[in-house]
Every structure is written in C-alpha cells, then in structure tokens.
C-alpha cells in the first residue's frame, strides 16, 4: 500500500472513530433525557441548574463529532479514489521498455555514433508504420537485435 492510500484508510479510521464515539454519546444522552423523564412522571422535582449549560454544549460536541465522522469518511474515500484515477491518468511506459530503447540507443550509438538514435527511430517508426505501437515496436527492435 503506498503513502497516500495508508493516507485515506486513516482518514476513514478517524472517521469511523468519531462516528462510533458520537453515536454512542447520542445514546448516552437518550438515556440521560430517558431517565429525568422517568424522574419527572414519578413526581421528582429535578432542576439541572448550570449542570443543563454543560449537558447542552456536551450534546453540541457530540453532533459535530458526528459530523465529523462524516466527513472524514467521505473525504478518506475520495481521497483513495483520487489517487486511483491519478494513477489511471498517469498511464506510464513500462520500465522494461525504456530500458530496451536506452540499450538500444547505445548500441546504436556505439555503432553509428552521432546518427544512432535517428537509426534507432527509423527502424522503430517502420514497426510503428505496420501498425504496431511504439512500445511494440521497440521491443521487436530489441528482438531482432537480441536484447529479449
């Protein structure tokens, strides 16, 4: 796995994490409003004072935890997705292929000397011209000489 997908699995993570934890204070509070109910039908006078301030933010910090969550699981997984279709965008020549057409190149060069590459190209261009792609017709190129 490489940098930037361990990237978007931790973003999913946290985002789990703060999801989990804000459910399960959305709970808590349930029970906590749940049981003053209970309280109040019983007849119990309950009054929460400068506790009630404290429960209200606590509720508040527990909706942006969730929130958060939220968007860190979404954001984890367009992040992942990104890298994919960049990696998708970035379609690249094989290593092997351009390690045939550097050994080429200076085998051609050795022997041509400063007309090697053109040599190289117009033998190349000729595959490409019967319809193959460079790539390929590199490596015919490299076949016919003996590199593969």
Do not use: D, H
Not at 51 to 72: A, D, K, P, R
Not at 94 to 106: A, G, I, S
Not at 139 to 144: D, G, L, Q, S
Request: hydrophobic share 50%; aromatic share 12%.
């Amino acid at each position: 796995m490489e940098k930037e997908q361990w990237v978007g699995a931790a973003l999913v993570l946290i985002g789990i994490y703060f999801l989990s934890s804000s459910i399960l204070g959305l709970w808590a509070f349930a029970m906590f409003s749940s049981a003053l109910q209970m309280l109040r039908q019983q007849g119990f006078q309950v009054s929460l004072g400068p506790l009630g301030g404290m429960v209200f933010v606590s509720f508040l910090i527990v909706v942006l935890s969730f929130f958060t969550g939220i968007v860190s699981i979404v954001g984890g997984a367009l992040f992942a997705s990104k890298i994919e279709v960049e990696k998708l965008k970035a379609v690249k020549v094989p290593k092997r292929v351009e390690e045939l057409y550097e050994k080429l190149l200076n085998a051609y060069s050795s022997v041509y000397g400063s007309r090697g590459k053109q040599k190289l190209e117009k033998k190349i261009e000729e595959y490409v011209n019967q319809g193959l792609t460079r790539n390929a017709a590199i490596r015919k190129v490299a076949e016919k000489e003996g590199y593969v």
